[in-house]
């Protein structure tokens, strides 16, 4: 009877510390809650300090949930379930499966702790963390022998790792054999696909998902924009809201990137106005990816604008900005916004860095882009990269200094690549330098021998020396090695719609009609008669 009393009066205590622990709101106060359970003698209730492990969990403070943990004798199941929860929570993976290889030593004798479904979705999850393949197959082996196999979470968090793994068979396999699916079952795969390239597969799977969600969409979406296949990107993300879904600020950021490249500059501004509806223009990245939308599609102005009024910016704000101020050779601009950032205690980048090294070399300021290139590592510590030596050796080119570009090439600790050299092969036809360009091609020979530009640009200098033997060399090297240019490709949005054009392609329905009105400007331009003329719109019209 005392004994029964006594339980009793330790299960209303454990209540009662229950219902204080809810309400801990920082680990100071649980550290003085704690003081009172080891006073009431309670400090081995498994229960209790389960619960003590899921606010220490809360707070990111594993330390002392693990010095909570040691101290139990004989912890149940509840607790090692918090503290492998606690350790994948704050990603300290490795401490969260040696947990569970401790929980496994104890699953035989009187009192067994077997794994259970609370155990396993957070273990396959470590795996998944440290990117160990053949320990999550192991512990996928657990799962079955455990009998914890059709239980949804596990199974998703099984599909989680192999893809993470890039085994996308394995996922595949556990993805057929699962009894029930949900949205993270379809959503993980997809993104697996999505994740690696593979979007023909990602869209077949997408196809068969019944009841697709934002995320199935976004990943198809940024899918598209990953692999360059913008116009895919942007129909996907028209066919979203056909179909009654909202976009997100990710699916926003997702899509971005394609109006870009595709310069569907009014489908941006319709973006932009519905984010500003939306209340996303609060979120740095949404603003970050419309100011690049706007550089990209030659609306600065727009994209400084939004800039100004952003309350809040990060390095990218900066960056993307210098860099849409250099490429439409606004360089004063874009030095005096690195100055405002370096006011605002805003540490740059190689971005940075970049965009500033390019406005350099579209203005000439030789001085300025010397000077901004040894900052880089003197007062930055930024290793300068093979994109930073690239826009130093274009602006020593530009600049007519092709000696001093071509020393620096040699010294530079990376390989240089094909861009460094095709910008010295430029700059010697500009200044008529065919000694240093004949070095020039002979590396782009080596890193590019299938690029017609290479050869065009240097028959062009040739030309330009009125060196034919040297052109027809060129040419007849050209023909040897069946080699074409490669045709000229562009796009114009017209009604909302991309359409794109490539040099020498007549299968567009409305090909002849802009053949007509290029003659009749070219006709125009010449002044031809005006009654040929009127005739020509007729007959377009």
């Known amino acids: 009877m005392a004994g029964k009393l006594r339980a009793l009066k330790i299960r209303e205590m454990e209540d009662m510390f229950v219902s204080i622990l809810k309400n801990c709101p920082n680990m100071v106060e649980l550290k003085k809650i704690h003081a009172h359970i080891v006073k009431f003698s309670l400090s081995q209730s498994s229960f209790l300090v389960t619960k003590m492990v899921d606010v220490c969990n809360h707070h990111g403070e594993t330390e002392y949930a693990n010095l909570l943990f040691k101290r139990v004798v004989g912890p149940n199941s509840f607790l090692y379930n918090a503290m492998i929860r606690a350790y ?127 995320f199935s969409w976004t990943a198809i979406i940024s899918g598209y924009a990953r692999i360059g296949s913008y116009a895919d990107a942007l129909e996907f993300f028209r066919k ?159 600049s007519g200094r092709l000696d001093q570009a071509l020393q620096l090439i040699k010294k530079i600790p990376v390989k240089p690549d094909s861009a460094i050299w095709g910008s010295l092969l430029s700059s010697c036809r500009t200044h008529g330098n065919l000694g240093i360009a004949a070095t020039a091609m002979e590396r782009l020979i080596e890193l590019e021998p299938d690029d017609t530009g290479n050869y065009v640009l240097l028959s062009n200098l040739y030309a330009d020396l009125g060196r034919w033997d040297g052109v027809s060399r060129m040419r007849k090297l050209m023909r040897s090695k069946s080699m074409k240019k490669t045709p000229g490709c562009s796009s114009i949005e017209v009604d909302n719609v991309v359409q794109e054009f490539a040099s020498g392609d007549d299968t567009k329905p409305f090909s002849k009609a802009i053949h007509k009105v290029l003659k009749l400007l070219v006709m125009h331009h010449s002044r031809i008669d005006e009654d040929i003329i009127q005739f020509m719109i007729h007959d377009i019209s």
């Open 240 to 398: 979203m809201q056909m179909v009654g879904i909202e976009p997100d600020e990710i699916s926003l950021v997702s899509v971005l990137p394609a109006c870009a490249q595709l310069g569907a500059l009014e489908l941006g501004k319709w973006i932009h106005i519905y984010a500003d509806k939306s209340g996303f223009l609060r979120n740095i990245c949404v603003c970050n990816a419309l100011i690049e939308m706007y550089a990209k599609c030659g609306s600065i102005d727009q994209g400084r604008s939004l800039f100004d009024q952003m309350n809040e910016r990060d390095v990218i704000s900066w960056s993307t900005m210098i860099v849409g101020l250099a490429n439409h050779g606004r360089a004063r601009d874009a030095i005096e916004l690195f100055e405002e950032m370096q006011e605002a205690k805003i540490e740059p980048n190689i971005i940075t860095f970049v965009g500033l090294l390019s406005a350099c070399a579209h203005a000439g300021l030789l001085n300025e882009g010397m000077r901004y290139f040894e900052s880089m590592k003197r007062d930055y510590n930024i290793e300068p990269g093979v994109e930073h030596y690239g826009c130093l050796v274009n602006l020593l080119g530009l």
């Open 88 to 214: 994948k929570h704050n990603r300290v993976y490795i401490l969260a499966i040696t947990v569970y290889k401790e929980m496994l030593g104890h699953c035989h004798g009187e009192n067994p702790i077997i794994p259970d479904k609370f155990t396993f979705p957070f273990v396959v999850k470590s795996c998944a963390g440290i990117m160990c393949y053949d320990l999550g197959k192991q512990v996928h082996g657990h799962v079955i022998k455990f009998g914890a196999k059709s239980i949804t979470v596990t199974e998703n968090s099984l599909v989680e790792m192999y893809v993470k793994c890039d085994k996308l068979d394995d996922a595949h396999r556990v993805f057929e054999e699962m009894t029930e699916r949900d949205a993270v079952s379809w959503n993980t795969l997809i993104s697996g696909h999505v994740r690696l390239g593979q979007m023909r597969r990602a869209r077949a799977i997408f196809e068969e998902m019944e009841n697709k969600t934002i």
